[in-house]
């Protein structure tokens, strides 16, 4: 008869992780990236890795498609349908029917159009809710469309995520928050809030940039009616990819885009003098788009279509947990706060505190193990299960120890401040 | 004795035409741009031919920078640079001294920007002046603009560019005209106009989308306020490459950037809840710049740096009286109108008018000679003397003989409209 091991928790070992990784469904998926050598790479949350496939189709664009096919490719190889073409793949990530994305412009650039368009749909109402701890270009790009038409509008601002339901009333034209806090990774309980706006006659405009690709999101189930997101974090678009847009079926033709150009015209190709909206969400697409960026993330999302969301964020969650345990029980002696949202509302990272933070990211990242640092004192580490294995989450709590435990955080080359932190 | 030739005009021959390419002093730039065999490329005003070097160097950013570098990129490669280096090339091209030029956005998200900064450095002013020929997103941003700002502004018209410095009153806050007309070619005096608009208290936008790196521009010395321009026609930049914008340096300390994002942040990574503008023009970023877009510019850039642009200037003037030159001579049967402007006022490209004008242009393609349609009846053929030759002039205007003397233009196939044209 087998003995049963004994109830009580075991420590954990690198060769517990390795045999997670042997079952890990997922695990096919990391040879589809160009990671290099050496690296435990916990900064998919600010770029993701390069897919093979972007590489190859970028190659592809630029030798054949701009080099060989030159102006013709506009229409051959359909460049000028690539927008709507990447934002139908992005609209499956996030659970928006077809017709709804569109990738277009940056973040910043799109939470302008559709802020302005909610206010415009909301004439008689003042005010927008906002998180304090919301990502600051969501606050700054509010802040500069409510100067811009002549500050009737104010940006009422929540301190914590419990209070945005108390701070929707009748003057609230739009709630815009970001569903998972870039720096607690925190998630926002979108239906709810959805539901909360709308009970107030409100708009809701959710910013995906840390949630597209990196967990199940339901727009269209949630009644949302606004969304943005990035294409260079979870999406593994590559640096300073297009971002993208959403809106709702229910309110494209009521939409007057704030930035009309001519790719969101009617017939750009008609040299018209007068503005003429496009029929539905491509009227948001304003100048000629980034084809080459825009090429690099539409080949790299067949990667994450490839994958099943729910087991992307089954892993998400167990790489998450598996490295506050390992944090806990390796690192016990070192003073970090565990900043991350509990385990129910936890995005694709885990975040700590630690008053020498910044330092002791240098140092992990000069050790190859790869995160980065949020103001004022958190050590962030994304996790991207396409490409993460539990056996980097390992090396990178026992680096974390080896820096803690020498000492070697404390060097002045730690201290100094990058240009991008 | 020798006998002099007779003075009366010889008819041009092809060897004329090659004899010219072995005297050319820009004949050995053609080797650094990628030109597919068997193709007359008069389309760089539509989308510059690919240089060599920008493939290479998008190849390096791709596969060393993104794929092994990753995030780290950022800082050690710079790329949080790039907007202000790349945009301090493109100063070189439009004569602008350094610190007030930015690649950043598209012409027409960047044409919002500074529309939208003149209107509210001139509060109490309410028109735009335009030219109806304008390049139309240039007419669609201001009709958005002042739609989003509630319709207290005029877009005022002219019909002719002789009309400009009449429509210029005390009410015009800014007058904003493209330096070099899309169809036409026909170009303005930057000069005069600028200085009718400071006359009357205007501010002075130009779009230089047909004129940087195609001929002198002379941002500074004519005091202008307030320019944008296109990455992707004659600075080579790839399909759909990011734009720029130019702010005079005394102005720039007054803009209040209405799309307020994190890049034009005085401190992005202080990640501080209230906007606070970037000293100078940095403040007009907004969102992460498309890094491998903007790159493949850099690169490209360097190609048309190290030509004289008095000897472009030269050459592409050459090119277009040797086009219409030979235009006469091999197609005085066939009806065309030179819509080109005269000789002084021609910009780098030659159009003519025919009423089969975009079945004519498709018979062209088919056949390799690849100039463009534009609406009602142009036929536009674009000159970039760094890798055009007078020997593509005669096999263009040999190949646009032979299309109208067989009739072969005339087949259903060339008349059947594509998506872009």
Request: glycine content about 8%; overall charge negative.
């Amino acid at each position: 008869m087998n003995e049963s091991p004994p109830p009580t928790r075991n420590k954990l070992t690198r060769e517990d992780c390795a045999r997670r990784d042997r079952a890990d469904p997922l695990a096919g998926f990391r040879a589809r990236f160009h990671l290099p050598d050496g690296v435990v790479y916990l900064d998919g949350n600010s770029l993701g890795a390069l897919p093979r496939v972007a590489a190859e189709r970028l190659r592809a664009v630029v030798e054949q498609e701009w080099g060989r096919d030159l102006i013709k490719s506009w229409n051959i190889h359909s460049w000028i349908d690539l927008p709507k073409r990447a934002g139908e793949k992005i609209a499956r990530l996030v659970g928006a029917a077809p017709g709804q994305v569109l990738v277009a412009d940056s973040t910043s650039v799109n939470l302008f159009k559709l802020l302005a368009a909610a206010l415009r749909l909301r004439p008689d109402r003042t005010v927008i809710v906002s998180e304090r701890d919301n990502f600051p270009t969501d606050l700054y790009v509010a802040q500069g469309l409510i100067d811009l038409l002549g500050s009737r509008h104010t940006l009422r601002l929540i301190d914590r995520p419990e209070d945005a339901l108390d701070a929707i009333d009748d003057d609230v034209a739009v709630v815009s928050l970001t569903h998972v806090n870039y720096r607690t990774g925190r998630v926002f309980a979108m239906k709810d809030v959805t539901a909360a706006a709308h009970a107030k006659g409100a708009l809701m405009l959710w910013d995906l940039c840390h949630s597209a690709g990196a967990l199940p999101v339901a727009l269209d189930a949630c009644d949302v009616d606004l969304a943005v997101g990035c294409g260079y974090k979870y999406l593994n678009g590559g640096p300073g990819a297009p971002a993208f847009l959403y809106i709702a079926q229910r309110l494209q033709e009521t939409i007057r885009p704030p930035l009309a150009g001519w790719m969101g015209h009617a017939a750009p190709f008609a040299f018209d003098v007068d503005y003429r909206p496009a029929p539905g969400v491509a009227r948001n697409l304003v100048g000629t788009p980034a084809i080459l960026s825009l090429a690099a993330l539409d080949a790299g999302l067949d990667v994450l279509l490839d994958a099943d969301m729910a087991e992307v964020r089954e892993k998400s969650l167990a790489l998450g947990d598996l490295f506050l345990d390992l944090v806990a029980q390796e690192c016990g002696d070192y003073a970090f706060r565990v900043v991350s949202a509990p385990r129910a509302l936890r995005g694709s990272q885990v975040a700590l505190g630690h008053e020498h933070g910044y330092a002791i990211m240098q140092a992990l990242i000069e050790r190859g193990v790869i995160g980065d640092f949020r103001m004022p004192d958190i050590l962030r580490f994304g996790l991207t299960p396409l490409y993460v294995r539990y056996a980097d989450i390992w090396d990178a709590v026992a680096t974390l120890r080896e820096v803690m435990a020498s000492g070697a955080w404390d060097q002045p080359k730690y201290h100094k401040r990058a240009a991008v932190t």
